[in-house]
């Protein structure tokens, strides 16, 4: 019990440290805007930060954070008190020290030594003259103890920690803070009640009379500490005294979405074997009855429908948090550069599946990297070319249809095709420079494993291996990448699923093997007998309609040699609309609802093939874009 | 001197006839039995197809054909060694497949320029341990070629040049 408690309590650590340096970089990038006109309120919450990240370290037992964000709060505390004002010099150590701290925390996470903090820490006190500090401290604890007023008594307080109040700013601290102006806290320990809920337990001693009255604010419940026995029946008739405004959100691990969305999947496999049950049922039921049930079976479906789409929404998260989080490092990376650049970005809003924000971070850096440290010129040539003298660099996301567009474009040097083509020749990755004539073909390159342009000595030089781990991230969520320049800009577009695909495939036989072929993509299912085809030249058509149809056997694009002991009985896919066709293939088997995992590895690319997916067993069976034969493989005209 | 092995000198060892080959068992996820492996249409014949491993779908290559020689049926010995390199995985057939040994640089001498057996661009070394030739694979350069790799079977010592 210990260990599991220990370890959910050191994850909620990480988590509230990670919303607190959120804050606190936000704040910071407020801070650099103008430090000569800090606005209202930056200093007060980087204080707050830091002194909660302090006090959390603290409980956790982490001592290399603790000491960081203490020697972080100090120097807020004079900031914020107007003793000293920011300079740059200041600025730097802050972020540094920021920087420092994260790496700090992180270390912990992932049981790893701990950076070296003597040159910051000393950094850091060399701001503050450190004794000046601690007196004030000492000050304030001072007064606190005089107050004198009457016999000193032990209580007990329980604060349990939520987000919707650390939303408010009521966190341990805070309470810790408060009940110091009371009385002496003796001991605080964290604890877990029966509902496995973390809460922190005070022991204070105070001399105050009415001490309920002075901490009815606050969301704490409070018994006198008397034996254990009684402190229990006391805690029985004892309700909250306070009501908190609760916010709308609540944060939700994504494991236990992934785990409800596969027993949504479990539901409609069942679903679907309910109506295979009903259909084998006709004719032994009565109409009504079988009316009844069917009625029943599409209420099933519909409500299994709406709860899907429930939980693909669910999933979606505005990038925003994705770019604010970039707008620290981007920054960053642009004044290391000594260029003139700034930073637009817009999009805030557009949401995409948690799964894909999460792993866009590092692709859209990279290529943000590549734009800062190649695409935009030093101020000179901008002038020499007539541009404005600061840069831009454009982050942008929209929805258009089912997709999710994200922008990363730059107002820079155009890529010059010639050099990318001459140093693909170098490599071995083309034969000859005619090769490299469209945008398509330099992308293809760029993104090309062997194609580096890790010459200089990037900051963030070590971390993945060039655009060639861009268009693979991309590749495993679905999405492509394009690529626009001229001489005035340089874009590149990533396009993305709105979420990881649920689609609806209709589910084929050809020869052993199955097939699951996208529904959206099949107009109609036709039944056909082998002997009805008429051959045409190369082409063979069946009756349709009104008019005749080209059929292309699946088993002859697929070259596979089938027996021919089959019957002559086939089914055929109708396809497209103007220029439809129909493709052969043994039996429709049922309508199902799949997963689409792509498959991203070179040595798979099959235009035909748009994934795969598991029914469910562990077998993997293929999804076909038949759409694509009308392309190639069909001949259509006569 | 003698140097202290670490991570990067152990190999997993497997053999595809009566050869040994070895790849450094860092650049090895898991080894498993050969399971469901769903045949994929018009790639080259030493594509077996496509597998799950561990939730991702990932190709399964049959290093027997990829180095030329004929198919053999799988038995009870057969085993697939899931190799993961640079964000890519991938599954690779062999025989037979057991050991997972140190072996130390001392032992390993670089392939000669005329190998008849193997194109020398596709091996790292060759090790030798107690007159045992175990021929230690660059699975990157061979995951990453298109070329045809000709293997023509059975390292010798005694075998002059054909």
Known sequence: MDKNFFESFLEDYFAECDEHLTSIKKNLLKLEEDINNVPKGVYDELFRSFHTIKGLSAMVGVAPAENLSHELESYLKLLKSGAQNITLEGLDVLREGVRTLEDVIIAKKENKDFPDLEKILEKLRNLTQKDADLQNEKDDTKKIREEKLGEERKYIVKFFPSKELSEKNINVELIKQKLEEFGKIEKVTPKVDENKKIYFEFVISTQKENL?????????????????????????RREKTFSMPTSNYIRVDIRKLDNL???????????????????????????????KLQETVKSLDK??????????????????????????????????SNKNIALEISGYDTELDKY???????????????????GIEPEEE????????????????????????????????????????????????????????????????????????????????????????VKQTINELGGKLFLKTDKNSTC??????????????????????????PESIVREIIEINTDDVIKFGNISLIPFRHDTLPIVYLSEVFNLKIEDNRSKRRHVLVIGDKKAFGVVVDKVVTLKEIVIRPINDPLIQNPLILGATDLGDGKLILILNLDYLSKSEVKLSV | MFNKLSEEDSYIVFQIDKTNFGIKSKWIQELTMVENITPVPNVPSYIEGITLSRGNVIPVINLRMRFGLPKKDYDLKTRMIVVTLDNRKVGIIVDSAREYIYI???????????????????????????????????????????????????????????
């Open chain 1, 356 to 374: 894909i924000v999460e792993r866009l971070m590092d692709p859209l850096l990279h290529i943000v990297r590549n734009a800062v440290s190649h």
């Open chain 1, 382 to 469: 901008r002038i020499k070319k007539g541009k404005d003298p600061v840069g831009k660099i454009y982050l942008r996301a929209y929805t258009s249809g089912d997709n999710v567009y994200v922008e990363v474009e730059n107002d820079g040097r155009e890529i010059d095709f010639s050099q990318v083509a001459k140093k693909a020749l170098e490599l071995g990755l083309i034969k000859d420079i005619t090769e490299v004539d469209s945008t398509e073909k330099v992308l293809d390159i760029l993104c090309h494993p062997d194609f580096s342009t890790r010459d200089s000595a990037d900051r963030a030089s070590g971390r993945g291996v060039g655009m060639a781990v």
């Open chain 1, 212 to 236: 309920e009255d002075s901490l009815k604010d606050l969301p704490i419940i409070l018994t006198p500490y008397k034996t254990l026995e009684e402190t229990e029946k006391k805690e029985e």
């Open chain 1, 492 to 517: 590149f577009t990533l396009v993305l699923p709105l979420t990881l695909a649920i689609i609806d495939a209709i589910i084929i036989t050809l020869g052993e093997q199955n097939f699951a072929v």
């Open chain 2, 104 to 162: 130390p640089p001392e032992k390993i001498q670089p392939p000669p320029e005329r190998m008849f057996t193997i194109s020398s661009n596709f091996l790292e070394g060759i090790a030798n341990l107690d007159n045992r030739i175990i021929l230690l694979l660059n699975i990157k350069a061979i995951l990453e070629s298109s070329e045809e790799i000709n293997f023509t079977g059975g390292f010798d010592y005694e075998k002059k040049e054909k």
């Open chain 1, 261 to 291: 969305m596969t027993i949504l999947g479990e539901l409609v496999i069942t679903k679907s074997r309910l109506e295979g049950n009903l259909r084998s049922l006709k004719g032994k039921l009565s109409y009504q009855d079988e009316k």
């Open chain 1, 303 to 336: 409500y299994l429908r709406d709860l899907r789409e429930s939980f693909t929404r669910i999933r979606l998260v505005p990038i925003g948090e994705l770019f604010e989080r970039m707008q620290f490092v981007i920054k960053d990376l642009i004044r290391e």
